[in-house]
């Protein structure tokens, strides 16, 4: 992928527009790095490029990727490697953008507290918590990043122990999947009651590829599963990740990025379904940044954000833009 990425900057660079509302105050609780070498060309300086493009990002939160893991020693202590990678690039960083970090374990293993352990250790007082994805792609032809969680990790006893076990030492728990797994998600949410779970990327709704053509069916019952998923009080939504390509909207490859007004009018119903049934005090928007790069540009991302969130008051926006992230994440 790393090939296209300077093609992708150019065409981004096709759409410009003036900043809104530029000192707004923004943390971003959802970005990915990658050392030299990695599956993107996307670190540090990569990753300020794209805030310093005007809006006023105060922090960032780091989501595992699988960046930097370690080479030999156990499988199951590789992650920390990554949370150490970051932890390093936050302390060198002179502006100390990154505030947290989550990273990734089995949470199936039967000795997850010594590696979270590990990760606290390495994090240097920035781990938050961990992502155990569910995601799973029954139809992976087309798609970028196809999950491969096994069939039926959401019930798996040992699984299920691991979130709690997040809960009860004050970690947090993040899920991307894919819309179809939806009530998975609702079944696990139930399950760990006392552990705080953050939705990724809207339940990740599939409009390409093998759903091509289906979208109002998928939204009416991806409507339907928000509402039931917003019912458990300790989930929050990340409301952001449309723009991926593997979602299906399109903008990938097309003759030139979306503007904010079109990204607006394409995916605002998913927005404002997700923030009306979870409040904003339970949203907080996201870039998922670089993977959504492949679609739209930072500075447009959130002049759309911004524009999404005008019928909302200043406490509301507060909230979505800044102070839910800084709630559930502890910063």
């Excluded at 540009?297 to 800084?326: G, P, Q, V």
Aim: net charge negative; hydrophobic share 40%.
């Amino acid at each position: 992928m790393s090939e296209i990425f300077p093609a992708i900057s150019e065409w981004l660079l096709q759409v410009d527009e003036e900043v809104i509302e530029p000192n707004l105050p923004i943390i971003d609780p959802h970005h990915h790095l990658w050392p030299e070498g990695g599956a993107l060309p996307y670190g540090l300086d990569e990753l300020k490029q794209d805030i310093k493009s005007g809006h006023n990002i105060v922090n960032t939160i780091f989501m595992e990727c699988g960046a930097a893991y370690a080479k030999g020693g156990p499988e199951e202590f590789a992650p920390v490697a990554e949370t150490k990678f970051v932890a390093e690039v936050s302390a060198n960083d002179p502006e100390h953008l990154i505030a947290a970090i989550v990273g990734h374990i089995d949470l199936r293993l039967s000795h997850r507290d010594e590696i979270l352990d590990a990760h606290i250790e390495a994090g240097n007082g920035l781990f938050r918590g961990i992502r155990h994805a569910l995601s799973r792609a029954d139809f992976p032809e087309g798609l970028m990043i196809p999950g491969g969680a096994p069939q039926g990790l959401y019930k798996d006893a040992d699984f299920v122990t691991g979130v709690r076990r997040l809960g009860e030492r004050g970690l947090t728990y993040d899920s991307w999947h894919y819309h179809f797994q939806n009530p998975e998600f609702l079944e696990l949410a139930r399950s760990a009651p006392d552990t705080v779970m953050i939705l990724d990327h809207f339940g990740t709704p599939l409009l390409g590829h093998h759903f091509a053509g289906q979208e109002d069916s998928i939204f009416e019952q991806w409507k339907k599963d928000i509402t039931a998923i917003a019912a458990c009080p300790n989930v929050y939504a990340k409301v952001g990740g449309l723009a991926m390509p593997d979602n299906g909207i399109g903008w990938m490859g097309s003759s030139r990025p979306p503007t904010s007004d079109e990204y607006v009018a394409r995916l605002g119903k998913f927005y404002h379904h997700i923030i009306e049934a979870f409040g904003p005090s339970r949203c907080m928007f996201e870039s998922n940044f670089p993977i959504d790069r492949f679609s739209v540009s930072y500075k447009i991302l959130w002049n759309a954000l911004k524009k999404m969130s005008s019928k909302y008051s200043m406490s509301e926006r507060a909230d979505l833009f800044s102070e839910t992230a800084r709630r559930v994440y502890s910063l």
